[in-house]
C-alpha cells in the first residue's frame, strides 16, 4: 500500500513523460506574478525631429509677394481714376482739315535736285467741352508724294480752348536729291488731271484739365488728297479729302 501511495517522481521505463503544468518560456523572457510570460515590445528606433528654420529664401519670397501686391493694388487705383476722369471729361482727339493748298514754287535745280514750296491752310478743331490743347514745340506738317517726302513745315504753338477752331497758316519747304525721276512721275501724273499727295499731321500737345496740365502725347494724322494740278502760284483744287487721326504716348 505504502508502494502505491508512492509519488512517482522520474517516470518508469518505457512510460512517457508527462506534460509539462508550465508554459515553456523562452530564454531571456520574463514571468509575470502568475507565471505568465511577458513579452518586450518590439524596440523602436528614435529618430531625431529635424526643424527648419526660416531663411533669407522665405524672407525674400514676402517681400516679392507684398511688392506684386502693392503694384496690382496701385494698378487698380490708377485704372480707376483714368476710368473717373473719363466719365467725367468724356475726351475727343482734335481732328484737321486741309482748306486751301498752293505751290509757291517746285522746280529742278542745277544739280538735279527738286525743289518744293507749298502753303498750306488747315483748321485745327478742338472738339472737346472741358478740355483745353497746348500745342507744344517741335510740332511737324509734311507734303509726300509715293514715300517720298516734298517739303515739311513746323505748327506753331499756341493754346486751343474748349471747343474751338483755329485756322492755321503753315509755309512748308524741301528738296529732294536725284529728283529728275520723281518730276517726270509728277508731270505724268500731271496729265491725267488726279495728283495723289499725302499731307501728314505730327502734333505734340499736353491736356489742359481744369486748371491741371497734363502729360504730352503726340497726335498722329495723315490726309490724303487729291488735286488737279501742280502749277506753281495757283490756287490748286482738292479734288478729295481723307483724313486720319491717332494718338500716341
Known sequence: MADHQRLRIYPMEGE?????????????????????????PPLLRSVPAVYSKPGKRSCCCKCMCWTISLFVLLLIILAAIVGILYLVFKPKLPDYSVDTLRISDLRLNFDMS????????????????????????????????????????????????????TVLDVSL????????????????????????????VHAPIAIKLGRLKLMKIRVLGECLLVVDSLSSNNLISIKASNCKFRMKL
Open 16 to 40: 512517457a513523460p508527462p506534460p509539462p503544468t508550465t508554459p515553456l518560456v523562452p530564454p531571456g523572457s520574463l514571468r509575470s506574478e502568475k507565471g505568465v510570460p511577458l513579452h518586450h
Open 114 to 165: 527738286l525743289y518744293a514750296k507749298f502753303d498750306v491752310k488747315i483748321t485745327a478743331n478742338n472738339p472737346n467741352k472741358k478740355i483745353g490743347i497746348y500745342y507744344e514745340k517741335g510740332g511737324k506738317l509734311s507734303v509726300w508724294y509715293t514715300n517720298t517726302r516734298l517739303c515739311e513745315g513746323s505748327l506753331p504753338q499756341f493754346y486751343q480752348g474748349h471747343q474751338n477752331k
Open 173 to 200: 519747304s524741301g528738296q529732294v536729291q536725284s529728283g529728275s525721276t520723281l518730276m517726270e512721275a509728277l508731270q505724268q501724273q500731271q496729265q491725267t488731271g488726279r495728283i495723289p499727295l499725302d499731307l501728314k
